[in-house]
């Protein structure tokens, strides 16, 4: 398997994962009237395989300007370090993970997104939902 790509069926299992932790994230806020991003990334390389949920709204870019690109790309300057840090200890960990950090939009502002996140090593893919209040 490349490290950048996962089958169908392992897409399929992170999609349901993903669906799965979208629920635990729901029971465990009280306020629903944010807006909500989603996605799926490959450990090894950090770039996106799957985004979904409201990109656009929350900093610009659509699905396909995100897909095949590291996260990293959208992580605000100041903030790059620590969110290598997180990347390296949820692949470490297989606990979910949670973290607030400001991703940069297509307009240049920062925009604080509140994450929710697991490292799933059976499928080699990191789901994710974020949370954005605004």
């Given at each position: 398997m490349q490290t950048e790509m996962i089958s169908k069926l392992q897409l399929t299992i992170a999609k349901l994962e993903l669906k799965q932790l979208e629920v635990i994230d729901k029971l465990s806020k009280k306020n629903n009237n944010e807006y909500v991003i989603r996605c799926i990334t490959c450990p090894?390389?950090?770039?996106?395989?799957?985004?979904?949920?409201?990109?656009?709204?929350?900093?610009?870019?659509?699905?396909?300007?995100?897909?095949?690109?590291?996260?990293?790309?959208?992580?605000?300057?100041?903030?790059?370090?620590?969110?290598?840090?997180?990347?390296?200890?949820?692949?470490?960990?297989?606990?979910?993970?949670s973290f607030i950090c400001d991703m940069i939009g297509k307009n240049g502002l920062p925009v604080s997104v509140d994450w929710r996140a697991k490292y799933f090593p059976n499928i080699n893919a990191i789901v994710s939902i974020g949370r954005v209040k605004r």
């Amino acid at each position: 398997m490349q490290t950048e790509m996962i089958s169908k069926l392992q897409l399929t299992i992170a999609k349901l994962e993903l669906k799965q932790l979208e629920v635990i994230d729901k029971l465990s806020k009280k306020n629903n009237n944010e807006y909500v991003i989603r996605c799926i990334t490959c450990p090894d390389t950090n770039k996106f395989i799957s985004v979904n949920g409201d990109w656009g709204k929350v900093i610009g870019f659509n699905e396909s300007e995100c897909i095949g690109k590291s996260i990293f790309e959208f992580i605000a300057p100041y903030e790059l370090d620590r969110a290598k840090l997180e990347a390296i200890k949820m692949k470490h960990g297989e606990q979910f993970d949670s973290f607030i950090c400001d991703m940069i939009g297509k307009n240049g502002l920062p925009v604080s997104v509140d994450w929710r996140a697991k490292y799933f090593p059976n499928i080699n893919a990191i789901v994710s939902i974020g949370r954005v209040k605004r």
